[in-house]
């Protein structure tokens, strides 16, 4: 089930490149397998809803968004349990960001969200948001900073709040490594800006 799920999510993200790739799905599915262990969640819940967290993004998909069809759909043919579908579909509602959600309200859905979060911010956090800005034509920094759509302004809309909204123990010592290694290298960006470093 999971090999099928896994390579259900690289046919249909073949081709993107807005940041919701099947590299990006493959490094959740990993820690929230981690985070899923050592908080001793349901692991079998927590490896599919982590494959199938994006395939029915707003942006991505957004035909399929409201009613998680692509995921339902999947786990049906492949004859997943109902209650697993249910469960599944729960979490995948809840764990995005930008949908203004707060905390999952299962701990197999805290594993997920925060393994979504800790790809959104460190070193592969960085990549993924100059990707990003990359992909829609945007200026990586704005120093007059009236361009709120620049890559750096992401910093500060979404990146370093990520810290303060982990839900499990694990995802909050992972992040911090992470927060602090983002805050240097904003430290030394500035510098180089301004041909001082
Ligand atoms: P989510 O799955 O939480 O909704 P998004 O779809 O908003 O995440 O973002 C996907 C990736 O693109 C993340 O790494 C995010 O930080 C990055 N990203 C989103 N919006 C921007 C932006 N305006 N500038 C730079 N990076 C962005
Ligand atoms: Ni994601």
Known sequence: MIEKAMNYARNLFAGDSSGHDMDHTLRVFRMASRIAR????DLHI??????LHDVDDRKLSPKTYENKDNAVTFLRENGA???????IVEIIGQISFSAG??????LEGKC???ADRLDAIGAIGISRAFAFGGSRGRRIHDPEGGDKASSIAHFYDKLLLLKDLMNTSTGKKLALRRHAFMEDFLEQFYGEWDGER
């Open 112 to 114: 997920v969200q925060d």
């Open 81 to 87: 349990d109902e209650d697993d579908i249910r469960k």
């Open 38 to 41: 050592e908080e001793k969640a």
């Open 101 to 106: 959600n707060g905390a999952p309200t299962t």
């Open 46 to 51: 927590v490896q599919l809803a982590a494959l």
